[in-house]
C-alpha cells in the first residue's frame, strides 16, 4: 500500500469511527509513542514525562473540563521541543502532537482531523524510524514494504 492509499484509507476510517474509538485509539497511540519522548528527555534533560502521562491520563477520565483542558495543553506546550535547538528531538515532537491533538479531540468531539493528526504523528515516526534504522538509501518501494510500516498501518487501520 503506497502512502496515499494509506492517508485514504486512514481518513474513511477516521469518519467511520465514533468518538469513543477515536479516543480509546489515540489513547493506545499516545502510548506507543510516549518511550520516544521519555527516551528523549532522558537524553537531554529537556522536557518533562509527566506533562504527557497527565495529560493521557486526563483524556482516559473522560472528563470534559475545558479549564483543566486548556491548561494540559499550555502544558504540553512547555515541554515539546524545538527541533532547531535539539537534535533527534522529532520523535518527542510527534508523541507531543499527537497528544496534543488527543486533548483537541475531546475539545471538538466531532471534528476527526484531530484524530488523523494522532495517527499521523505515530505514521511518522515508524517512517522516520525506518530511514534512520537503515544506513544505505531505501528505495520508495523498500520503505513502503519495510515490515514496520506494514505493522504501523495495519495498527492504524485495523483495531
Avoid: W
Avoid at 30 to 53: A, H, I, M, T, W
Avoid at 92 to 109: D, K, S, Y
Amino acid at each position: 500500500m503506497v502512502f496515499i492509499e494509506f492517508e485514504k484509507s486512514l481518513k474513511q476510517r477516521a469518519q467511520l469511527l465514533s468518538y469513543q474509538d477515536r479516543i480509546s485509539h489515540g489513547i493506545s497511540i499516545c502510548k506507543r509513542l510516549f518511550p520516544y519522548y521519555k527516551e528523549f528527555v532522558n537524553e537531554s534533560s529537556f522536557g518533562n514525562p509527566d506533562v504527557l502521562l497527565d495529560s493521557i491520563r486526563f483524556v482516559e477520565t473522560g472528563k470534559q473540563d475545558s479549564d483543566q483542558l486548556h491548561e494540559f495543553l499550555e502544558s504540553l506546550e512547555e515541554v515539546c521541543p524545538d527541533t532547531e535547538d535539539y537534535d533527534g528531538g522529532e520523535f518527542a515532537l510527534n508523541a507531543c502532537g499527537a497528544v496534543n491533538a488527543l486533548l483537541l479531540q475531546v475539545a471538538e468531539p466531532n471534528d476527526e482531523e484531530h484524530y488523523i493528526e494522532i495517527a499521523m504523528s505515530y505514521y511518522d515516526t515508524i517512517d522516520a524510524k525506518v530511514h534512520d534504522e537503515n544506513e544505505e538509501e531505501l528505495s520508495e518501494e523498500e520503505i513502503e514494504n519495510h515490515p514496520l510500516l506494514i505493522e504501523a498501518r495495519h495498527f492504524l487501520l485495523n483495531f
